[in-house]
């Protein structure tokens, strides 16, 4: 078969087949997190380009088939290794219609559907969050992309502020531009300022412990030094290891005082205003200069998604607009105001999801997960044999096993073991950090559909296969 129009009418047989895994799959969604087979049946896939095609219906039973067992079962509620969360229903239901109208987002002419539910959606979460009304944003593919457009936005204000046109003249000439955060600072907005050409070494860290907590003090300091010259501050909400929160106020009253843009990370932590139980640890982020959160992770929408929102939303145009023949002078749709001008209509998960949900069911989601952490912090803390590293202020529970008579190189070379054995295990997936020089478990609940009895099944994993270990 060497033609795709030549069996055209394969396209709903081959939909029906999806549709029918798709109805075993939700109903196993407490299974295996990874099989044991899984790198076996991923390499079977393995092959020379054929020349002659198997035919859509064979191709998609084997993709259902061997893709079943090769994946990582990463949108289930018994994942815990990385900051992921699944897809509810009505966002995995609305991803499945972009992908069948198969839209190109980058503008109204392009996409009326995807536009409106792009800018209806990004008023959504900034009402959800409670940011400035007069915000603007972007959606985008998530973290990484998201902290690349924010920071873009500084990088121009940075410019602008000596008097440059960043966009159009670029950086030549100009001083290195000073960065200054705390050691919670995550991978994705260092690989934003590489990507930027600001460059990791660009940054000051002002750290308080090994912990990489802020000194505040330091940071005041290190401002100070610039003598009133443009900066850029960095601020997390919400640090990857233990779910510990910059003081983003303190960090937004230095920036305002001494010429600093601040920029809040809040890849999953912006969802701490969710709730009236956390929105304390978020206390500024309305104050600051640009903000930034993840679709897939609390929100739970398909990947790839993630939002940037920043308090003038020009310096996005300024640095992404583009011309051409082909489009027309009046063209401001989101493809100008985030790095993809041909973009997936992501739009349709992130509106269906909040219009189904509203800020009630998200309140209700986050707060499970508070639950949820609260309850492994509990359990660690009164057990003997593990031992809680950090405060859980969030979702995130950094803990190690620790049984009896065990210095600190073999408990760190215990627990290492562990989680690759966990890995292996597949029941769960927790994964291993680094936190304060001691290797350490750090499950995070994002997922709607994680349980208790979930969270339990992980420290009885733990447990179970550090005994065997130890």
């Given amino acids: 078969?060497?033609?795709?129009?030549?069996?055209?009418?394969?396209?709903?047989?081959?939909?029906?087949?999806?549709?029918?895994?798709?109805?075993?799959?939700?109903?196993?969604?407490?299974?295996?997190?990874?099989?044991?087979?899984?790198?076996?049946?991923?390499?079977?896939?393995?092959?020379?380009?054929?020349?002659?095609?198997?035919?859509?219906?064979?191709?998609?039973?084997?993709?259902?088939?061997?893709?079943?067992?090769?994946?990582?079962?990463?949108?289930?509620?018994?994942?815990?290794?990385?900051?992921?969360?699944?897809?509810?229903?009505?966002?995995?239901?609305?991803?499945?219609?972009?992908?069948?109208?198969?839209?190109?987002?980058?503008?109204?002419?392009?996409?009326?559907i995807a536009a409106q539910l792009e800018d209806l959606s990004l008023r959504w979460l900034l009402d959800l969050f409670r940011l400035p009304a007069e915000w603007g944003g972007v959606l985008t593919t998530g973290a990484t992309m998201a902290n690349f457009s924010a920071l873009a936005a500084a990088r121009q204000w940075w410019g602008e502020q000596q008097g440059v046109d960043v966009a159009g003249e670029g950086l030549a000439g100009l001083p290195p531009v000073p960065v200054f955060t705390s050691g919670f600072v995550h991978v994705t907005a260092l690989k934003a300022l590489a990507m930027l050409g600001i460059g990791r070494s660009a940054v000051t860290y002002c750290c308080a412990d090994e912990t990489g907590r802020l000194d505040l003090g330091a940071l005041e300091r290190a401002l100070a030094s610039q003598g009133g010259r443009p900066a850029i501050v960095l601020a997390s909400a919400g640090e990857v290891n233990a779910g510990q929160f910059d003081p983003i106020s303190e960090m937004a009253a230095l920036a305002r005082d001494n010429n600093a843009w601040l920029h809040v990370d809040g890849a999953f932590g912006l969802f701490a205003r969710a709730s009236p139980r956390t929105e304390a640890l978020a206390e500024g982020v309305d104050q600051a200069d640009s903000v930034i959160?993840?679709?897939?992770?609390?929100?739970?929408?398909?990947?790839?998604?993630?939002?940037?929102?920043?308090?003038?939303?020009?310096?996005?145009?300024?640095?992404?607009?583009?011309?051409?023949?082909?489009?027309?002078?009046?063209?401001?749709?989101?493809?100008?105001?985030?790095?993809?001008?041909?973009?997936?209509?992501?739009?349709l998960a992130v509106w269906a999801t909040l219009a189904a949900y509203g800020r009630t069911g998200y309140r209700a989601l986050v707060e499970r997960c508070l639950d949820n952490a609260a309850h492994v912090t509990r359990v660690v803390d009164s057990a003997d044999d593990f031992e809680l590293l950090a405060p859980a202020p969030l979702n995130v529970v950094c803990f190690r096993y620790r049984p009896a008579g065990l210095g600190e190189a073999d408990l760190d070379e215990l627990n290492a073991r562990i989680g690759q054995a966990i890995l292996r295990d597949g029941r769960v997936y927790v994964g291993t950090t680094r936190w304060g020089g001691r290797v350490a478990f750090r499950p995070a609940f994002v997922n709607w559909q994680t349980t208790t009895a979930d969270a339990d099944l992980m420290l009885e994993a733990v447990r179970e296969l550090g005994q065997a270990l130890g």
Avoid at 36 to 61: H, M, N, T, W
Avoid at 318 to 338: H, I, N, P
């Fill in 1 to 112: 078969m060497t033609d795709p129009l030549s069996a055209v009418d394969d396209a709903i047989p081959s939909l029906e087949l999806v549709l029918e895994h798709a109805r075993r799959y939700l109903e196993d969604a407490r299974g295996p997190v990874r099989r044991r087979d899984a790198d076996e049946a991923a390499r079977s896939f393995a092959r020379a380009l054929p020349d002659e095609g198997d035919g859509a219906l064979s191709v998609i039973r084997g993709l259902l088939e061997r893709g079943t067992r090769a994946h990582i079962r990463s949108g289930g509620p018994r994942f815990f290794h990385w900051v992921i969360g699944g897809s509810t229903p009505a966002a995995l239901a609305a991803d499945w219609f972009a992908v069948l109208i198969d839209q190109n987002a980058g503008g109204w002419d392009s996409s009326p």
């Fill in 293 to 347: 959160s993840d679709g897939h992770k609390w929100l739970n929408v398909p990947h790839d998604c993630g939002f940037a929102f920043v308090r003038d939303p020009s310096l996005l145009t300024k640095v992404f607009s583009v011309s051409a023949s082909y489009l027309t002078e009046e063209e401001d749709g989101y493809g100008f105001r985030g790095p993809e001008l041909s973009r997936r209509a992501r739009s």
